[in-house]
Each structure stands twice: as C-alpha cells, then as structure tokens.
C-alpha cells in the first residue's frame, strides 16, 4: 500500500463526509437577535456586512464579523 502526499477525497456516498461550513449569516435592520454576552437586541445598522450595531436595551452594541456569538431568531 503506498501513501499519497495530498489529503484524502471523502467519497460522494460515505457517511463519514466532513460537514461543511454553514453560510456566515446576513443581518438586515429590524432583525430580532441574541447575543451570548449581552442577551437579546434588535439590528439598528448595518455596516456593509462587515459590522452591525444593535441595540441591546441598556446600550448600543457594534459587533464585527464573524457573527459566531450572535445568531437571529
């Protein structure tokens, strides 16, 4: 058995494939959103889908992309 230098192709029908990335997710203004550290807001700005600032109550929060702590209901 030899070994290859390149990594291994998953076969179409293995169970075993690797899961794929999700899509980053798209924020527009009026988005309802939670946030692991400052709970529940709702988007007031987006800023070229680099940054979005949203209002959590008590203050307005801008948080930058990756949006990995932060997901829409």
Known sequence: ??????PRRPLPGSPF???TAP???QFA?????????HGLGRVVAVE???????DF??????V???FSS????
Do not use: C, F, Q, W
């Not at 070229?48 to 949203?54: E, G, L, N, P, R």
């Open 17 to 19: 494939t690797r899961p």
């Open 29 to 37: 203004v009026g988005d309802r959103v939670t946030h692991d550290k």
């Open 1 to 6: 058995m030899t070994r290859s230098d390149g």
């Open 57 to 62: 109550g008590a203050a307005n929060r801008r």
């Open 48 to 54: 070229d889908d680099v940054s979005v600032i949203v």
């Open 64 to 66: 930058s992309s990756p």
């Open 23 to 25: 899509a980053p997710e």
């Open 70 to 73: 932060m997901t829409k209901l």
